[in-house]
Structures are given as structure tokens and as C-alpha cells.
């Protein structure tokens, strides 16, 4: 089967750096995606990595292994705003997103 | 610009009632789909459909219909509702080719 596995929930504090982990099995990849939810909203793009490496954008950053079947998001200087569920998908062989059941992040002061 | 708006917001429904769920995109995106979200899981297709005229299945179909008469619309029918069919509906979008998916603000439903 299927699946999309990353930490149910984590902790840190305001203006630290955070490492969200991903690992994925699926039938076929075709990319793999991050997205952040807030509480009662949906959910808004925040990465994409199809090839192996590091994704930079800004604060954040999203890094692929693909032999691994492996990713992660790194949000540096963490701001308060960035208390939000963070989920990790791949698309198929189908071109089907797969989605993990998320990641909530707690930001202290 | 509105993106992709869904309705109702949300909605209380007896067990057995027929309910659609409505989403509308301005983007002119040509591929939709409508997710289901449950407390614990993640997302889960219920339906696509990669153009106007065309629709598939997604990993949770049972219960649920859809139709896609032009590129806007892409209506959700749950034609006889049951308990286990509550959830958070949302509808999202994306262009041909392009990877990012757009999402609608969501459906809550009740089933009682």
C-alpha cells in the first residue's frame, strides 16, 4: 500500500530553526509537495521537490532524497504565525496526490 | 479575484438526505478535485476530473457522485448521506502541466 508518514506533533520555540520530517512509500513518484493548514482553513502551497536536494525559499526549505524516500521542512526564525499543521504529499504514478495525515507545529514565545 | 469558493460553509444534514456541495473556480484550471479531511488522516480523493466532460475516482468514492459540465463547476453529491460521510469537504484546482493545487476554504459537514 500506499503511505506518507510524518510526526504527528512538535514543539519550538519563537525565532529557532525546525526540521519537519517525511517518509514516504508509493507506487511510482512524481514529486512531493508541502503544504501548511491553519487551524480551520485550507490548505495553501508551500514546496515542491522533483529532483533530489535542497528547495530554498526564503525561510523556508524543503530537502528530497528519493533513494531514501525521504524529505524534510526546515523553517528558520520561527515566527508565531507559523503555528499551523504542515503536510507532506507525493503524486503517483497515477499523478494522484498522497497525502500524510500532517505535521502540527507549536510555536512558543 | 475569488479563486475557488465552495458552499455551503457549512451544514447539518439527517442521515438519508440527498446534499450537494457546490465549488465554483475563476482560474479556468482544467483539472479539479474534491478531497475529504478527517481528524487524524490525511486528505483523501474522493473524485477528479482532469478536464470539462471527464471524471474519476478518487481512494474514497463510495457514496459520493460528481459531474463536470463545464471548467468551473465541479458540483459533490453524497445522494443518500450516512453518519460516517461527516468530515470537512475541500474542493481544489489546479492548471494542466502545473504541479500546485489550489484549494477551496472547505465544507463542514454534519451527518446525523
Known amino acids: 500500500g500506499q503511505n506518507i508518514d510524518q510526526p504527528t506533533e512538535m514543539t519550538a520555540t519563537e525565532g529557532a530553526i525546525v526540521q519537519i520530517n517525511c517518509t514516504y512509500q508509493?507506487?511510482?513518484?512524481?514529486?512531493l509537495f508541502w503544504y501548511q493548514q491553519h487551524a480551520g482553513e485550507a490548505p495553501t502551497f508551500l514546496s515542491y521537490n522533483v529532483l533530489d536536494g535542497l528547495e530554498e525559499k526564503g525561510r523556508f526549505s524543503s530537502f528530497l532524497s528519493r533513494s531514501k524516500g525521504y524529505s524534510y521542512l526546515l523553517l528558520k526564525e520561527l515566527q508565531m504565525k507559523d503555528s499551523a499543521s504542515y503536510l507532506c504529499?507525493?503524486?503517483?504514478?497515477?499523478?494522484?496526490?498522497?497525502w500524510g495525515a500532517g505535521t502540527k507545529l507549536i510555536i512558543k514565545p | 479575484i475569488a479563486g475557488i469558493t465552495q458552499a455551503p460553509t457549512s451544514q447539518i444534514l439527517a442521515a438519508g438526505r440527498r446534499m450537494t456541495l457546490r465549488c465554483t473556480q475563476d482560474m479556468r484550471h482544467n483539472a479539479m478535485y474534491w478531497y475529504r479531511q478527517d481528524l487524524g488522516l490525511g486528505l483523501r480523493l474522493i473524485h477528479y476530473s482532469n478536464t470539462a466532460g471527464t471524471t474519476g475516482k478518487g481512494e474514497v468514492p463510495d457514496g459520493y457522485s460528481v459531474s463536470r459540465a463545464n471548467t468551473d463547476d465541479f458540483p459533490l453529491t453524497l445522494a443518500s448521506a450516512v453518519p460516517s460521510q461527516t468530515s470537512v469537504y475541500f474542493c481544489?484546482?489546479?492548471?494542466?502541466?502545473?504541479?500546485?493545487?489550489?484549494f477551496g476554504p472547505g465544507t463542514r459537514l454534519t451527518v446525523l
Open positions: 508509493t507506487s511510482g513518484f512524481n514529486g
Open positions: 481544489a484546482s489546479s492548471e494542466k502541466g502545473i504541479n500546485e493545487q489550489f
Open positions: 504529499a507525493v503524486k503517483d504514478s497515477n499523478y494522484q496526490l498522497i
